[in-house]
């Protein structure tokens, strides 16, 4: 049998979807629901299942961000999208990221039908050892995008690796991997990089200290940020801004 959950923050249309889809008839159980995408994540890691049926516009997610993440750590698990927005170029870029199905609300019972059918048609093509594949490139370079603009956005900030993880609905361990495999550097690198470039930015304003840069770019240590400033600049802070800024 195989195993499906069904994610939507609309518990009647995943109560509909659970009792009136003939689930056994189509060799599938429904192991699990859930009202949300941090949930909905949190079950899928539980219970692994073989097809996802999820809406994509929940209040406070990014759909294909989650999409992504899904995909790209999951890549058998067949992806059924339910949305009642009627955006074309939101449904190519879904179709681009691996998912199987577009349905929009409220769907037919020949839609979900169909895609059931679709799906374990694929299920059934696929080889036992298919789970440990490499994940779909289009998804894996969508997560990889994802966490570097994150990042850049929050590198001033105490980040974590998990905090990260969490913004693109992967595990820790998956994003590290997909970081070192598509830009061939740690994460903490990665941070301490973008931090980096940002207090060049602010080198350039003689009226800041060099304590005040380090503390704007995220590092509590200014002696901590001297020592990764130089590692990766191959100069003092100081003396950067005497070669580039002229003082």
Known sequence: ????????????????????????????????TACDAVSGAAAIREHYPDILFTDIKMPGEDGLTMLAGLKG??????I??????????????????GVARFLLKPSRMEELEEALSY??????RLPPEEDRAEPEDAANSFIVRQARGYIAGHCA???????????CFVSQWHLS???NRHLGQ??????????????????EDP???????????????????SRVFKKLEGVSAGEWRNLHCGR
């Open 1 to 32: 049998m195989y195993k499906v959950v069904l994610v939507d923050d609309e518990a009647l249309i995943v109560e509909g979807l659970r009792k009136v889809v003939d689930w056994a008839g189509h060799g599938c159980r429904v192991v699990a």
């Open 73 to 78: 750590e999951f890549p058998r698990m067949q």
């Open 80 to 97: 059924a999208v339910l949305t009642g927005y009627r955006d074309f170029e939101y449904a190519q870029r879904a179709i681009r990221l």
């Open 119 to 124: 799906m374990t048609g694929v299920l059934d």
């Open 157 to 167: 900030e105490k980040l974590t690796l998990q905090e990260v993880a969490d913004h």
């Open 177 to 179: 991997k997909l970081l």
């Open 186 to 203: 740690p994460f903490y690198d990665l941070l301490n990089a973008e931090r980096v470039r940002r207090a060049k930015e602010l080198l």
């Open 207 to 225: 009226a800041l200290r060099i304590s005040e840069i380090a503390e704007q770019v995220g590092y509590a240590d200014t002696a901590h940020f």
